[in-house]
């Protein structure tokens, strides 16, 4: 028995003793790190990739102004022609006979205007010394006046004939490339006809004539008055081409003016451009896509598309650090710029933006930022 009461004291002395030791504490959780940016203006290009095709600078289409049968045809169809080089030569012998008889006529006027130029100068001074009648010396006037007449009357058609023979060569109005003929030695053409012989078309340089929505140039437009951007430059603004295999032209164009009216049918206002083709690349009727630099903000706002998150309503968030906290804010995106969007509201300069780590930890969540590096943005393209 007295075994038993000591092995009950030593025993709770034991557990007292255990009670007393202190529990270990729970280790605590690390705080997530996420990667932020710092989001910094810049000034930013707004870039229009606008359907167009080119058009020739000069375009001459060749038709005959005499009728005939064509003798000659002396251009390599396809090759460079410069101004005044022969094309065609039409039968000339019957205008030929037309100028040498119009010249004859007019020698024929010469010598009747002589002489009655010589008889009018003295009848006049008979008249003077009454040795002839005053009848006499007013029908001698009014003859040289007739003659006179008659002899401008045939030069004038002995001018009409030279054309009519000049016109039976054909010769180059302008410089440029030469298209197909549409006829051959021995084909009978009139003047004035309707279908042109060929056409002889300057390319260098080239028009672009390119084609803007009335609802983008109103948007553009209002950017610019609200004073979000500021235009580019004058109405000769700079302008690139791609081509339709997707390559981007070496040459770089200057935008001439923009139409004044609005298409009825499209809706779309004209844009005029002239590019420069010295290597011939660009032929008239192509399809490009230019590119036209139309204004600069110079306060953008981009951000890397993975930083920006879109809800089941269609808003649009992003998470920022403040204050060592996680906090989410919606924001409204204008553009895409590459793989980045242009943020017009909601973002200011100087904040963080998480752009990785941030399913890490939810809205009010203490965070530790790391900062990270994002490439520089190039100019937006709107289509």
């Not at 039968?91 to 030929?96: G, K, L």
Request: charged share 20%; hydrophobic share 40%.
């Amino acid at each position: 028995m007295q075994f038993l009461k000591r092995s009950t004291l030593a025993y709770l002395a034991a557990a007292l003793l255990a009670g007393c030791t202190p529990a270990p504490e729970l280790p605590q959780s690390p705080v997530p790190e996420v990667g932020v940016i710092t989001v910094e203006p810049q000034s930013q290009w707004l870039t229009s990739e606008l359907p167009g095709r080119t058009k020739a600078w000069l375009t001459a289409e060749i038709r005959p102004q005499v009728g005939g049968i064509v003798k000659e045809r002396l251009f390599t169809e396809g090759s460079f022609v410069k101004m005044g080089d022969i094309l065609y030569r039409i039968d000339s012998a019957p205008y030929q006979a037309v100028y040498d008889q119009m010249r004859a006529a007019t020698a024929q006027a010469k010598a009747t205007l002589d002489s009655a130029r010589l008889k009018a100068k003295r009848y006049a001074a008979l008249a003077e010394i009454d040795a002839i009648s005053q009848q006499d010396n007013e029908d001698a006037q009014a003859t040289w006046q007739s003659a006179e007449a008659a002899y401008q009357a045939a030069k004038a058609s002995e001018q009409s004939a030279r054309i009519d023979l000049a016109y039976t060569t054909l010769t180059a109005p302008i410089s440029g490339r030469v298209e197909t003929s549409s006829v051959t030695p021995g084909a009978l053409v009139t003047a004035s006809q309707e279908t042109a012989l060929t056409t002889v078309q300057q390319l260098d340089p080239l028009y672009v004539d390119i084609t803007q929505s009335s609802a983008e140039v109103l948007r553009l437009k209002r950017e610019l008055a609200e004073g979000r951007l500021h235009k580019a430059g004058d109405d000769e603004a700079s302008i690139r081409l791609r081509l339709e295999d997707g390559s981007e032209y070496a040459h770089a164009g200057r935008l001439q003016f923009s139409g004044a009216s609005v298409s009825q049918s499209t809706g779309s206002v004209t844009l005029r451009a002239v590019v420069p083709n010295p290597d011939g690349l660009l032929l008239p009727g192509m399809y490009v896509r230019a590119l036209l630099e139309e204004a600069v903000d110079e306060n953008a706002i981009l951000v890397p598309q993975r930083a920006v998150t879109r809800s089941a309503t269609g808003a649009t968030h992003v998470l920022l650090v403040e204050d060592g906290k996680l906090t989410q804010r919606e924001v409204t995106i204008g553009r895409q710029v590459e793989n980045q969007w242009w943020i017009t509201s909601g973002l200011s300069g100087g904040e963080q933006l998480v752009i990785e780590g941030g399913q890490k930890a939810r809205p009010g969540d203490a965070v530790s930022a790391r900062p990270m590096t994002i490439p520089a943005a190039v100019a937006v393209t709107t289509h």
